[in-house]
């Protein structure tokens, strides 16, 4: 008996754990229900505390080059403070929200490249137990999709999404990394913009939209960028003709005019300006109008899934980017 007690407190015949999500994708700022199936070990233990992680792999900026981390978003205690008997099956539903600012990974069903997964942390005596991993799908805000549909239907190519460690000085941000969505322009705005990133920062009163145009050089100039911010209401989002809206947005940004105040700069703590490479995510094209956004040469749902432990692989030796 002794034996066996050591052997669960080492994690060896201890409890298994398998969280089940509800179907479907969730959206920024909304409810996310499931349950915590738990099967006891070979012995009776306490669990102290149920977890649950939404973790997320970012970009950051080394010293020489471009690496990724694994960054915890929000943490939910979901139960806890009950006695699993050997063997017995234990479940624990839960119902907890999600932070307005939650990245989208998905748009009508198609992957855009972000992965996203919940975490379930088991801890017994003492010890924390990182026992399931699950992919989470996160779809678009009504106002966010009605903003990327209006550059589709403007003519822009959605190249690609990724999340990159750092602040956006000048919002309101609250998580430790932001969603770049990068498009490029049509031809009749080709000669003056490189490309075009997105930003949407949620929160429950609406969205900052920032824009950021990489202009090129013309004959007499150099090519530099122009960063601006707008704002969009959630309860407005209906009734907006969101093409005339952001068509005002974009020709503002290509203009570089800053009549909307200091534009904000991308930066992490130190204040350096931060940048971001070409994404590696799924590359996203705008299709014709009237037509939903689609995925060319994007990962199919089932290789998501199959890659998202891979896509956290190592998390264990980066704890110092939780939070």
């Known amino acids: 008996m002794v034996f066996k007690k050591l052997l669960g407190a080492l994690g060896v015949g201890g409890p298994s754990v398998d969280t089940v999500l509800q179907p479907g994708p969730a959206l920024p700022g909304g409810l996310l229900s499931g349950e915590v199936r ?68 998905e748009l009508h069903g198609q992957h855009l490249g972000p992965v996203l997964g919940i975490r379930t942390e088991l801890e017994t005596a003492g010890a924390r137990d990182k026992g399931d991993l699950d992919a989470l799908a996160v779809g678009p805000l009504p106002a966010q999709e009605a903003i990327l549909e209006a550059f589709g239907q403007l ?9 990159e460690l750092g602040h956006i000085r000048g919002t309101g941000q609250q998580l430790p990394c932001y969603q770049e969505i990068e498009i490029l322009p049509p031809a009749g705005h080709a000669h003056a913009v490189n490309e075009i990133e997105v930003t949407f920062i949620a929160a ?7 824009i950021e145009a990489d202009k090129r050089a013309g004959l007499f100039t ?3 960028d122009t960063v601006h911010r707008f704002t969009a209401s959630h309860h407005a989002a209906p009734q907006t003709d969101w093409n005339t809206q952001v068509d005002a947005w974009l ?41 939903a956004v ?6 199919v749902a089932a290789e998501v899934v199959d890659e998202i ?11 110092s980017e939780e939070g």
Do not use: N
């Open 38 to 105: 738990l099967r006891g070990g070979g012995s009776d233990v306490t669990v102290d505390r149920i977890s649950l992680l939404l973790v997320a792999r970012v970009e950051r900026e080394g010293q020489e080059e471009e690496d990724e981390a694994t960054v915890v978003l929000e943490r939910f205690t979901v139960g806890g403070g009950f006695r699993l008997a050997e063997e017995a099956d234990h479940t624990v539903p839960f119902t907890v929200t999600l932070p307005w600012e939650t990245p989208i990974t």
């Open 309 to 319: 432990g891979d896509a956290f692989e190592g998390e264990e030796d980066e704890e």
């Open 155 to 163: 003519g822009y190519a959605f190249r690609s999404a990724d999340l």
């Open 294 to 299: 689609g995925v060319v040469g994007g990962m």
């Open 222 to 224: 150099e090519g530099h």
């Open 251 to 291: 020709k503002e940004v290509i203009a570089g005019h800053e009549s909307h105040g200091a534009p904000p700069s991308y930066g992490d703590e130190h204040g350096d300006r931060h940048r971001s490479g070409p994404g590696a995510g799924a590359v996203v094209a705008g299709v014709a109008a009237g037509v």
């Open 204 to 210: 429950p009163g609406g969205l900052e939209v920032v």
